[in-house]
């Protein structure tokens, strides 16, 4: 899983000012960093259906996340969603 240094580290790269820690941007690519290594897990265990679960629940905090910037500030959306490389 994710330790702490690295969620630091996440946090560090995408916050918006100094003291951030919960901007929408670090939340979304904290759960990003997250949803990617479940998704690898998942590829080598393809019946752990409990991680399967979580996975599908930080996907739609995602989601609703994303959906709330993108109705707040279009352009920190644009740019999250292109610096994140999601929607292709």
Do not use: F, M, P
């Amino acid at each position: 899983g994710l330790d702490k240094a690295d969620k630091q580290a996440v946090i560090e790269e995408y916050r918006t000012h100094d003291k951030d820690t919960g901007s929408t941007e670090s939340q979304v690519a904290v759960l990003t960093a997250r949803i990617t290594e479940l998704t690898q897990h998942l590829r080598e265990n393809k019946h752990d259906e409990s991680t399967r679960r979580g996975l599908l629940k930080l996907v739609g905090r995602r989601r609703r996340l994303l959906r709330y910037l993108n109705s707040e500030d279009v352009g920190r959306y644009r740019t999250l969603i292109a610096r994140l490389g999601l929607r292709r």
